[in-house]
């Protein structure tokens, strides 16, 4: 997805949102206005659509900036997150301002910073994490996947890329690094340990490559709702140094050997690396003159964030970091903390857990219609979204991407650096059949 390089180009743009906030009529609403701005001043850009969300609701409120930079907005009093996305010649330009609170009678100022970010075609696909129903009616958490993508027509070699997970865990939990700020750090904390591919792998052009997180198994055989992991063609976690019986288990296991990702863990008596099912975090790095094991067996790299040792975390550069997802539970979204720098994720999409469901990326739709060869191939009216339940979601390209696959038709994924845009909730996982 993106590959970050501020010494190339960095903007250190900003934008400021100048609340005015007073009642309106019999409605209480307050008049809110946000204005860009960038190190010299006003930003005057129009047509930059602006996003207010809610967060106690998730209820969104849109409005484009207008010749001087600035849009305006009439809301209900409560605390919001704003983002915006755009495109500046070939760069995209996005930032996010976090728990704003706005009340009637006051005025208030708050800073939205601003990043510029370059593309790159490796993306996270789709994230299968949040627990199904076994047939006794049991929650079973033992499947997990992710799936890496080439969203490109040209071939990625995957040579030193790694996976790793935000810290903390969940995004509701105690977070080590909320008073340093996120985007002040200048790295991403990458909790308890990292994966990276022991052999150089190649994606062709518009494929992917399915990572197995926890047990490599058919799990459809003992739990019909859950996912078979099982795949000769997937990789897998390194069983030398997780062993934790409640995820890592190959009874039926199709992976070879050679398909294993290597990891190292700098965590205190870690046995696993376990994924939240509820608001997990994920991002994919490559490194630069040092190998991934190379980076983590280098002590100069870790950092005990709290001091009990138990969240220990890799500090991986920002501009090593190609994409990331953050991801909130639909009921903790007003307690959840964002793990990923603003310039890596400027946003967040919502879960909902114990259904089984996964979280898919979406269609880029101008770009997918425009490949010539997807002519007659396309296949339209995506049913797959979660749309017609509470906090669900669907992919508003109403492409489907998998039936279009399956037709012929090559796939190009939306990629805005901000996965409240990029994602959506999907009712079954996409490898299921």
């Known amino acids: 997805m993106m590959k970050y390089r501020i010494t190339i180009l960095f903007l250190a743009l900003t ?49 484009a900036t207008d010749a001087r930079g600035q849009a305006k907005f009439s809301v209900m009093p409560g605390i919001y997150d704003a983002s915006c996305t755009f495109k500046e010649g070939f760069n995209l330009i996005n930032g996010v301002s976090s728990m704003m609170k706005v009340s009637r009678g006051g005025e208030n100022t708050f800073v939205m910073n601003l990043n510029s970010v370059k593309t790159h075609p490796l993306l996270i696909k789709e994230i299968y994490f949040a627990r199904c129903v076994d047939p006794v009616g049991k929650l079973y958490s ?3 996947y992710m799936i890496l993508y080439n969203n490109s027509s040209d071939a990625v070699c995957l040579h030193d890329f790694a996976i790793a997970q935000g810290c903390p865990s969940k995004a509701d939990s105690s977070n080590p690094y909320q008073k340093r700020g996120i985007d002040d750090l200048g790295y991403v904390p990458a909790l308890s340990a990292v994966w990276w591919f022991q052999k150089d792998v190649t994606l062709p052009a518009y ?3 399915v990572v197995s997180i926890y047990a490599a198994i058919d799990h459809t055989r003992e739990i019909p709702n859950s996912v078979d992991l099982s795949g000769a063609d997937y ?50 790095f490559q490194t630069e003159g040092v190998s991934p094991e190379e980076f983590v067996k280098n002590m100069d790299n870790i950092e005990d964030p709290d001091g009990k040792g138990t969240q220990n ?18 009921k903790d979204v007003s307690a959840s903390h964002k793990r990923l720098a603003s310039m890596v994720d400027a946003g967040y999409v919502i879960s909902i857990e114990r259904n089984g469901y996964s ?15 997807n002519n007659g191939r396309l296949v339209y009216g995506y049913a797959g979204g979660t749309e017609d339940v509470e906090s669900g979601s669907t992919d508003p390209s109403g492409i489907d991407a998998e ?16 996965s409240s845009k990029d994602y959506h909730l999907r009712k079954v996982a996409s490898i299921k059949k």
């Open 207 to 209: 494929s992917q490559i």
């Open 359 to 373: 979280v898919y990326r979406n269609v880029d739709k101008e770009a997918t219609e425009a490949l010539p060869e």
């Open 313 to 330: 975390c890799a500090k991986v550069k920002l501009d090593w970091v190609h994409d990331g997802v953050e991801i909130f539970d639909s």
């Open 403 to 418: 039936a279009s696959m399956a037709n012929g038709a090559h796939i190009i994924y939306l990629d805005t650096n901000n």
């Open 15 to 63: 934008a400021v949102l100048s609340v005015a906030c007073q009642e309106t009529g019999d409605l209480g609403l307050c008049e809110m206005t946000v204005s860009l701005a960038d190190a010299d001043g006003t930003y005057s850009v129009d047509g930059v659509e602006i996003v207010l969300k809610e967060l106690s609701s998730s209820f969104e409120y849109h409005a």
């Open 235 to 284: 990789v897998m976690y390194d069983p030398e140094v997780f062993n934790n019986s409640r995820y890592y288990f190959s009874p039926y296991s199709g992976i070879d050997k050679s398909h294993y990702m290597k990891t190292l863990s700098y965590a205190a008596e870690s046995d696993s690396w376990a994924l939240s099912f509820k608001s997990p975090c994920l991002f994919v």
């Open 142 to 144: 033992s499947a997990a």
